[in-house]
């Protein structure tokens, strides 16, 4: 084997670059506590050995192709103007950035598409009630709708029709989620008939359910079990309760169960409000256990807390949390936004 060692001196450290004839790469040595000079070495033969470059030599050949490797990206934008379909698309509204965001696998889909594939989607659409604003809301959400055979969006609005949901609730519904389009008609029958078996609802009540939210229709069953054994388990609320909230407050079931949990056992424990209030109020438990805390602790220190209908100076659990802090302050609290403030300082 040929080597041939190298002394380099980079500023504080000595740097030995070792060649060799069997060794495809250059192999660096970094020495900071003594000075080793290549006479003191083994004695070997370097004499059939070419000198190794130096790594301070400036090299002489071009590099200059390349580069770090970086996962391919899109930009809409740089398109426009060569693509009438996106100029149309830009003109009803499509917020490109968002799809840019959220959708990265549909970019390559999207700068594909001639305007003739999708007009009669948004046509469609249009039919259906939406207004422009909805509907490029609904491209930007979920351009896979641009993909969808424009015969089975139809059969999809027909199922509804056929469960009878009016035309009102249907655009209220599609509306409201853009992805429920999207669902084929078997998985919203199957959405469905979860909600009417699990809380024992009538047509009408699933109708209503689904009209108040309808995010919930496409939102997973498995998501709704949680949130029933949290509800139930762990908050105490039985079969009768639970289908009370899910006509009152559907969109509980979307939420996640810790936040939802944290604020009940405030509610519940801390103000000693029973299940029976929470339920005429559930709205309760959409609102952050800190906000829930702050204003109940700024009545208790002003005296004023007080939850019965019954009695006098009632604080509903709805005027607790909503509004602004201004509102709260003048109207609920009959105190100032100063004073709030500078109670919220000292906790």
Sequence with gaps: MLRRIYKLRLKNSNVFVRHSSQVSENVITKDTNSVVNAESLEAEDYSLAKPAKSVLEPLDEDISHVSTYLKPTFNIAAYVN???????????????????KKNVDCISFILGLKFDDIKEHIVFLRDLGLETEDIARHISKNPQLLKEDLANLKVRIN???????????????????????????????????????????????????????????????????????????????????????I???????????????????????????????????????????????????????????????????????????SGSDSYFCTEVAKSSVQAYNAFLKSL
């Design 82 to 100: 060569k693509s009438d379909t996106l100029q149309q698309l830009l003109k009803l509204g499509v917020d490109f950035h968002r799809i840019e």
């Design 159 to 245: 199922y509804l029709e056929y469960k009878k949901f009016t035309g009102e609730m249907i655009t209220r519904i599609i509306q409201a989620n853009p992805f429920l389009i999207c669902f084929s008609t078997q998985k919203i029958d199957e959405q469905l008939g979860f909600f009417q078996k699990q809380f024992h609802l009538s047509g009408n009540e699933v109708r209503l359910v689904a009209v108040k939210c309808p995010k919930l229709i496409t939102t997973s069953t498995d998501h709704v079990k949680l949130k029933l054994f949290t509800l139930k388990e762990e908050m105490g609320f039985v079969d009768e309760e639970l289908k009370s909230l």
């Design 247 to 321: 006509l009152s407050k559907p969109i509980i079931f979307t939420k996640g169960q810790e936040r939802i949990l944290k604020t009940f056992e405030f509610v519940h424990k801390t103000m000693n409000i029973p299940l029976e209030r929470i339920l005429d109020e559930p709205g309760i438990l959409m609102c952050r256990q800190k906000r829930v805390m702050e204003r109940h602790m700024f009545l208790e220190k002003l005296g004023k807390v007080q939850y019965d209908p019954k009695k006098p100076n009632y604080v509903s659990l709805t005027t607790l949390v």
